[in-house]
């Protein structure tokens, strides 16, 4: 009870206090003009990441930044307490990369989530990220293409040969999209990047369609370990 009359207050306080005029990182108060809605302090503290593409795993894979403390802090905050509206900034960060990078795409198709985990949550992180990232590049996000099969277990404190069997075969193609992804060029798309085992179970998912396979599969993490 306590917890949801905490939730109630901050989303009356969100109402109060648009968060476009707040650091979405620490809360300093900022003008409207700044990037992502991020103060100078924090801009200058993320640690951006503007290397090119690395081919793994017969994918491409692309990171924004370097998972750091005010990474994490974007990240905890969207999740766990609950400030949808840092997807929006995640989203913009992810769609600079994308043209610096010079990086072209068709379809974007979020990380799943288990769905009864997905409904505790009542959202599912990567997919209202991809909502704004569709937004700002104008190409269709395909939430709920791919699908969790099973619970997994958090990833947090695995190691990678655990990670690796945690989500392996654990995620499929939705009957919807069975036939949609030929010749598609599809941007993966998660929060978080540490062995890549999650992105791995998915890219072969994503190649288990009848209707024939992806152009290519690009995955793009926000923040990377
Ligand atoms: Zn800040």
Request: glycine share 8%; hydrophobic share 35%.
């Amino acid at each position: 009870m306590k917890e949801r009359l905490t939730r109630l207050a901050e989303a009356a306080l969100d109402l109060l206090y648009p968060p476009a005029l707040y650091c979405s990182c620490c809360g300093n108060l900022i003008d409207e003009s700044r990037a992502y809605h991020l103060c100078d302090h924090c801009i200058a503290h993320f640690r951006w990441d503007g290397e090119e593409p690395r081919e793994v795993d017969g994918m491409k894979m692309l990171r924004c930044t370097q998972y750091g403390l005010y990474e994490r802090t974007l990240i905890f905050d969207l999740k766990y307490n609950g400030k949808k509206y840092l997807a929006r900034d995640i989203g913009e960060i992810m769609a600079d990369r994308l043209a610096l990078a010079e990086l072209d795409f068709d379809v974007i198709v979020p990380v799943p989530m288990y769905e009864r985990k997905e409904r505790e949550r009542g959202f599912n992180q990567a997919a209202l990220i991809g909502k704004y990232l569709g937004k700002r590049t104008g190409k269709p996000c395909w939430d709920h293409c791919l699908v969790r099969t099973e619970a997994t277990r958090p990833m947090r404190g695995l190691s990678p040969t655990e990670r690796e069997e945690n989500v392996k075969g654990k995620f499929a193609l939705s009957e919807k999209y069975d036939t949609m992804l030929e010749g598609k060029r599809v941007l993966l798309i998660d929060d978080f990047y540490t062995t890549g085992s999650t992105a791995r179970a998915c890219h072969e998912a994503l190649l288990s369609g009848t209707g024939g396979a992806p152009a290519s599969v690009t995955f793009l993490a926000f923040a990377a370990k």
